[in-house]
C-alpha cells in the first residue's frame, strides 16, 4: 500500500471479528518495526508484552476500564507497551538531560508505536490504542518489572464491520504556526 493509503486505513476500531486470531509470528513483525523508529541516542526503551493465553488474556482484559474490555472482547491477543525508565531523557550519571525526564521515554514508545499500528494496517491488521487501563494490576499480573513504565495496551484484530468512519482532525491551522 502507498504510505497516505495505509495512513488512511488505519483507524481504532472499537469492534472485532471473534473468528479472525493473530499469531506470534505477526506481532513479532509488527514490534520489528516498532523497533525501526528513531529513539533518543538509540536508547530502543520501548518493550512489548504480547499476551495470547486465554486465562491471561481474561485477566488482562479485567485491567481495562469496562468500555475498553467490550472494545478488545472478541480479540485473541493485547500488547502491553512499557519502557525503561530513566534511560531515555537522561545522561550516562542518570540525570534528566532536561525538563522532559522520562516524557522522552514515553515520546519514544509513542513513535514506536505509531510505527507499530502502521505497519499493522499495512499488513491489513486493526488496532486501537487504549490508555485507560489499571497500570499497577497490568504490572502485577505479568510481573513487569518497576524499572518500566506502563504505556498503553494495543488492541489487535480485524475489524467486524467494514463501515468505520474517520474522525475529523481539527483545521491545519490551528495546529500549524508557520513563521515566512
Ligand atoms: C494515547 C492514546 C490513548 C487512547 N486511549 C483509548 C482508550 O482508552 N479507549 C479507546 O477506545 N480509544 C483510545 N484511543 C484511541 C483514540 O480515541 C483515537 O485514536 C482517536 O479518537 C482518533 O481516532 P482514529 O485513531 O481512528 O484516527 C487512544 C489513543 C491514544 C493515542
Known sequence: MLFDEVVA????ICAYDANKKLNKEQ??????????????KNSQTGRYYAVFASDKLAALRSCLVP??????????????TTYVKNRSGFDREG????????GWGCYDLGLQNAYLVLK????GIDSVILGLRDAD????LLNIPESENIGAVIALGYRSSADVQAPKR???NEILTVWE
Open 120 to 123: 499493522a494496517a499495512d499488513m
Open 27 to 40: 506481532i513479532a513483525e509488527l514490534v520489528k518495526c516498532a523497533q525501526q523508529a528513531p529513539s533518543w
Open 137 to 140: 494490576a497490568i504490572r502485577e
Open 95 to 102: 540525570n534528566a538531560e532536561n525538563e522532559m525526564g522520562n
Open 67 to 80: 468500555q475498553n474490555q467490550i472494545v478488545s472482547k472478541d480479540v485473541n491477543v493485547l500488547l502491553v
Open 170 to 172: 481539527k483545521d491545519i
Open 9 to 12: 486505513q488505519r483507524r481504532s
